[in-house]
């Protein structure tokens, strides 16, 4: 990874936890900007145009939110929020709002390092609509929709399929139940997240997915699932 | 809304209470033949009524109902309002006394045990602020004193030394991590008696979060995890619950001695979710079982166990704002097992479906 230089924004009111940030990902050879406030880091994101940008949502001058919001008008640039512990609904409200993913405080500098590359690749290569995705001993093959563990073709209803396949989409990205829904049902389907639940069971079970283990999707409690990437 | 559903269901409960009264008595009437049951019988009737509403108001209604019925139905003449009879003035006085005195009691003993709720609450909060202002100097100390150490001694240290320091303020940290955590668990449990905001969760999901965070901490320490294979959705506040297996599987890491293995079990029965953490080690000792939940249990005031007493009576806050049971006893076979149990909107029947 040397020689790509990304830009990346680290918006962050603490001066300490900003200086910690900064200096990782330089030593990981990222080029860091940073900004203390809100309106400041609006001003470098659209000034230096950053390849990603690392937001705390508890800015001094406005919320972190409305900094999402107003990028997002005009940039597809990921967003990785860092979110206080408390509630799932900051982090949900955060991913609805566009932000590509989330660490929670306190974190580890190995577990931002991750979602960084995470976020970063999956903004360059986009969606893989086509081919193959593959994590582990589990393959996705799109043009037959087909999916199989260790060779082993797993036999999923079309809803089942759909679900893991627009997972697979996003590897590495939290996305909300309300997005899944979503996609998977379209409009009709809006509010019913036990109907995804209870899919994602049988998913589980399908996989021969036992709990602690953390095998191809996991659980983001009260926000929503995640494709596990290949090389977690 | 809460307020007008809460009155609707008095009003319904002090209606279908008279109506069992008045058709008790007519079957009584006809039955024995006889009266003198009958204002027994409302008497009870507006006991009840006093008892089981929160307000003066339905005891009162109940009251003035029962001399009216009592009066209709059961006094000569028979099914005519008659006030000239002394006899009705007089139930109606004695009814009247047994609502405001039953209504008044109950009043008060509500009070007190909410009082008592508040005050073991308030225990609660003064433990774990002695807890914090013990137990929080000793990392913070390790974590200061070595940051300085490295800074002022940074070249004469070998590479192996400063390792060796930073990852002991590393690990102090991550303790007060878990400190923070449960502090701040009972912040979200604390406020003006609020009970927890509870959104459905898969029971599968939320034991794959904790063994999965568990796991990251304690590499080398296996769980063996036994939950119902159907289709399980408990209504509950994931985050606090997570904390409580949390604190219950690290309890028995730390205290569990000898323990060679560890098991996290959830059975469903009936419209109830009981959740086990159960080890091998050396079990409880008999005198601390009893005052376990309450954070007196754990060593001196200064050992970094009091942090079990913590932990411990943060599950049991928990559990209880849940509406819930926690225990906690040693197992025949040795070891320890801490139990909880939690209710589900609606039994389980098999496979819950939609």
Request: aromatic residues 8%; hydrophobic residues 40%; contains cysteine.
């Amino acid at each position: 990874m040397g020689n790509n230089r990304y830009k990346i924004l680290v918006v962050e009111d603490e001066a300490n936890i900003r200086s910690f940030v900064s200096a990782v990902l330089e030593t990981n050879g990222y080029q860091v900007l940073t900004a203390g406030t809100c309106s400041q880091g609006e001003l470098v994101a659209a000034s230096h145009c950053p390849d990603l940008i690392i937001l705390d949502l508890g800015l001094p001058d406005q919320d972190g939110l409305e900094l999402i919001r107003r990028v997002r008008l005009s940039s597809l640039v990921p967003v990785i929020v860092l979110s206080a512990r408390s509630g799932e609904k900051d982090k949900v409200a955060a991913l609805d709002a566009g932000a590509n993913d989330y660490v929670t405080k306190p974190f580890g500098t190995e577990e931002l390092m991750a979602r960084v590359r995470a976020a970063i690749r999956n903004s360059r290569h986009g969606p893989e609509k086509e081919g193959r995705f593959v994590t582990g001993d589990m393959e996705i093959d799109y043009d037959k929709r087909r999916i199989s563990i260790g060779g082993e073709e797993i036999r999923l209803t079309q809803t089942e399929y759909n679900i893991v396949a627009f997972l697979s989409e996003h590897p590495g990205k939290v996305l909300t139940y309300a997005a899944i829904i979503k996609a998977v049902w379209g409009d009709a389907g809006q509010g019913c997240v036990k109907r995804l639940q209870v899919n994602m069971a049988n998913i589980r079970k399908k996989f021969g997915v036992k709990p602690g283990r953390g095998r191809y999707i996991l659980n983001e409690l009260g926000v929503g699932y995640r494709m596990q990437e290949e090389h977690e | 809304m809460e307020d007008v559903r809460h009155t609707l269901k008095e009003a319904a409960m002090t209606f279908l209470i008279l109506g069992a009264a008045f058709c008790l008595c007519l079957l009584m009437q006809n039955l024995f033949r006889t009266r003198t049951l009958i204002p027994a019988v409302f008497v009870l009737a507006v006991f009840l009524v006093s008892f089981f509403t929160q307000r003066y108001l339905f005891g009162i209604v109940a009251s003035l109902v029962s001399v009216l019925a009592l009066n209709f139905a059961f006094t000569f003449p028979y099914f005519t309002l008659n006030f000239t009879v002394p006899e009705s003035i007089f139930s109606a006085v004695i009814m009247l006394a047994v609502t405001i005195m039953t209504s008044t009691m109950t009043t008060k003993l509500k009070k007190q045990e909410k009082m008592r709720a508040e005050s073991e609450k308030e225990k609660l909060r003064a433990n774990l602020l002695r807890a914090v202002s013990h137990d929080l100097r000793t990392p913070l100390t390790t974590i200061y004193g070595s940051c300085s150490a490295i800074i002022e001694n940074y070249d004469r240290f070998s590479e192996g030394q400063k390792k060796k320091l930073l990852g002991e303020i590393r690990e102090e940290a991550d303790w007060l991590i878990r400190m923070v955590e449960n502090l701040l668990s009972v912040t979200r449990i604390g406020g003006r008696g609020v009970s927890v905001v509870k959104t459905p969760t898969v029971l599968e999901e939320l034991i794959d979060t904790v063994v999965m965070k568990f796991a990251k901490r304690y590499p080398s320490q296996e769980i063996q995890v036994e939950i119902p294979e159907e289709f399980v959705s408990i209504p509950m506040d994931a985050m606090l619950i997570g904390q409580v297996l949390t604190n219950l599987l690290e309890n028995a890491v730390r205290h569990a001695e000898g323990m060679t293995s560890l098991a996290l079990t959830v059975r469903t029965e009936g419209n109830e979710a009981v959740f086990t953490v159960a080890d091998d080690g050396c079990g409880i000792p008999q005198d601390k079982l009893a005052g376990i939940f309450s954070g007196s249990a754990g060593g001196s005031p200064d050992s970094r166990k009091n942090n079990m007493g913590i932990g411990l009576s943060v599950c049991a806050a928990i559990i209880r704002a849940h509406g819930g049971r926690i225990w906690a006893e040693n197992r025949k076979e040795g070891g320890a097992l801490f139990g909880f149990s939690l209710e589900a909107e609606e039994a389980f029947n098999g496979e819950q479906q939609i």
